[in-house]
């Protein structure tokens, strides 16, 4: 096994640590939400306990307490889930190393479309990160934000959303989505270990000192988590989406991404309402919602995606055929003249004129629809020939 194999199956086994960890944390933090909503108040009345609530699981019965801790009275051992989210973030980050940034950032980008230079878009990637935290953290640390959570939540929200155009306008569609989950994930674990965590150890810091807690960390953790919930089902959908190139590829992708966000929001604060019986959201909700999804179903059919033509320009096979020698056949050949592969990837073929026109859908799709091929567009093919291929099929296919 080669270099590249084992980079391969070390990117796999990447995945499925992040995977792992991703259910660990995520799961504990909706756990927790869902937790806060079916507390009821003890009975008899206890006044050490906010609420408690009564669960059957595997034939046996659990009883969960939330509890006030008097000064002096230190729990032991707490939990606080900050290496399930340490882990998400670490075996995320080095999946974007390793399957954007090792190559030099040729996968981030279509050289033909974007300003940046693939080094480029490695160093605005690598430092959104950062800068994104610092902008997210410290505007829900003014005192702005406590005056008028309303506003701020409207002014992240169209940050993010000019996030996500910018991110679609510079990278591909596919790079771009992941990228904005990453940049909601690196804000997310950051908020754990910065806020969220914090407040909890001075809260068991201040009954040791037999002193009240410090009432502001609590809130701004508090906050945090709520936060973090929202953002939970939109960032699963970056990671989905992925592998999903009707979401990613269209030229409004942007506007699919802000809408599909809009809408895992939406379905976050749906499953809180339910959670807590409240029908008024629930009514407002169930109405919104329907049409929210008639807009993303509308925004699909109307915006043109990349694969669409309406050319009524003849392409001759004589066309597609030199552009397929010229650009594809390198790799996908009985013999590729590719020292870098050993056989014609998928196993896909071009050197006849049936195999050319039997996969004629899939020449289109990697070609015109997602832009994958060439991969890094090594061999040079042009906006326009693209457009051709997919004209080709789109009339036909003819082998004339």
Known sequence: MGASGLLS?????????HIVAIFGWVGSSLYFMWLDSKLRPPTP????????????????????QKRRIAAGQVPSPIYWFRVEAAVTWVTGFLLLVFVYYWSGGLDLIDPTDSPLSPIGAVGVAIALLPICWIVYDRLW????????????????????????YLLCELFTGRSAFIHVGAVLGTNMVASVWTRIIP??????????????RNSVLAMRAKRRATHNTYLTLPVLFTMIATHTPATYS????????????????????????FDRRERSGLRWIAGGGPMAAALVVLGLLVIPS????????HVPFTVVRGIIDLRCTSCHSRNPSNNVVGAAPNGLRFDTVQEIVTHAPEIKASALVTHTMPPHNATHMTTEERSLLGIWVDQGAQAN
Do not use: C
């Open 141 to 164: 640390v003014a005192g702005f934000a406590e005056r008028y959570p309303a506003r701020a939540n409207a002014i992240s929200l169209v940050l993010l959303f000019a996030l996500i």
């Open 306 to 313: 990349r694969g669409v033509s309406t050319s009524t320009r």
């Open 199 to 212: 407040a909890q150890e001075e809260a068991v810091a201040a009954t040791k000192a037999g002193r009240e």
């Open 250 to 273: 269209p030229p409004f992708n942007w506007f699919i991404l802000t809408l599909v966000i809009a809408l895992g929001i939406a379905a976050r604060h749906l499953m809180i309402l």
């Open 9 to 17: 199956w070390f990117v796999v086994g990447l995945l499925w640590a």
């Open 45 to 64: 009345p206890r006044d050490d306990v906010f609420g408690e609530a009564w669960m059957g699981h595997g034939g046996g019965f659990y009883i969960v």
